[in-house]
């Protein structure tokens, strides 16, 4: 059964920090691994998705990686700001029954202290 | 504008009222999902549709039913809520099963069941 989980389940940062999120799984039949940030009262928006045959994605200040073969993910935020402040989740898109089901981490939540 | 919409936001209701919460999207996916979000237990799928008329159980699709008749719609339905379903409770779509395909989330419905 595939189980993910993130580390640290919180971290408070002051302003302009580099940062780096950790995301683990244990099986690695996955089609891709994706990040989240979740805003409080709000839904998730969809941060990079790296495809299972990729290493990295990068958008702006965040830079994702995978490692499938070690079932480890990492979100690295530079020069972080107030802005950033919510919750992170991972989520990976298992491979059996076609791929379809998804299973996501507990999250880890940012302060960023102006 | 793209989006996932989900109704209501939020419902208080009492133990064995069955209700449903709607769920639309209007960019033409095939598929569709539904989450719950609990503390300490993260998001868990509960039941996805790869298209119309095709669905499928999640991790957690106890207690819940759902139906795509048409391809922008995926209501839930809870036939016979109990309090162990208090929940919010998250709608999402992506454009089709693809490794290289995002999930857009609607902004949650917050239940309570007494």
């Known amino acids: 059964k595939q189980e993910v989980t993130q580390i640290p389940a919180a971290l408070s940062v002051p302003e302009g920090e580099n940062l780096v999120l950790n995301c683990s799984f244990t099986?690695?039949?996955?089609?891709?691994l994706q990040w989240f940030r979740q805003d409080p009262g709000k839904g998730l928006t969809s941060l990079l998705l790296?495809?299972?045959?990729?290493r990295e994605q990068t958008s702006g200040r965040l830079n994702a990686s995978l490692d499938k073969s070690s079932g480890r993910s990492t979100l690295y935020i530079a020069a972080s700001q107030p802005g950033d402040s919510a919750t992170y989740l991972c989520a990976v898109r298992r491979r059996d029954n076609y791929g379809q089901n998804f299973v996501f981490g507990p999250g880890t939540r940012l302060s960023v202290l102006p | 504008e793209a989006q996932v919409t989900q109704n209501p936001r939020y419902l208080i209701t009492v133990t064995g009222k069955k209700l449903t919460v709607t769920c639309s999207q209007n960019?033409?996916?095939?598929?569709m999902s539904w989450y719950r979000q609990d503390p300490g237990l993260g998001l868990r799928q509960i039941y996805y549709?790869?298209?119309?008329?095709?669905?499928d159980k999640g991790d957690v699709p106890e207690g819940y039913k759902v139906s795509r008749k048409e391809k922008r719609n995926f209501p839930l339905i809870l036939e016979s809520p109990s309090p162990n379903q208090t929940s919010l409770y998250f709608c999402?779509?992506?454009?089709?099963?693809?490794?290289?395909?995002?999930?857009?989330f609607g902004p949650g419905t917050r239940l309570t069941v007494l």
């Open positions: 960019m033409n996916h095939e598929y």
């Open positions: 790296i495809q299972s045959s990729q």
């Open positions: 099986d690695s039949a996955i089609y891709n």
């Open positions: 549709s790869m298209n119309v008329e095709v669905t």
């Open positions: 999402a779509s992506s454009s089709s099963a693809g490794a290289s395909d995002t999930q857009y």
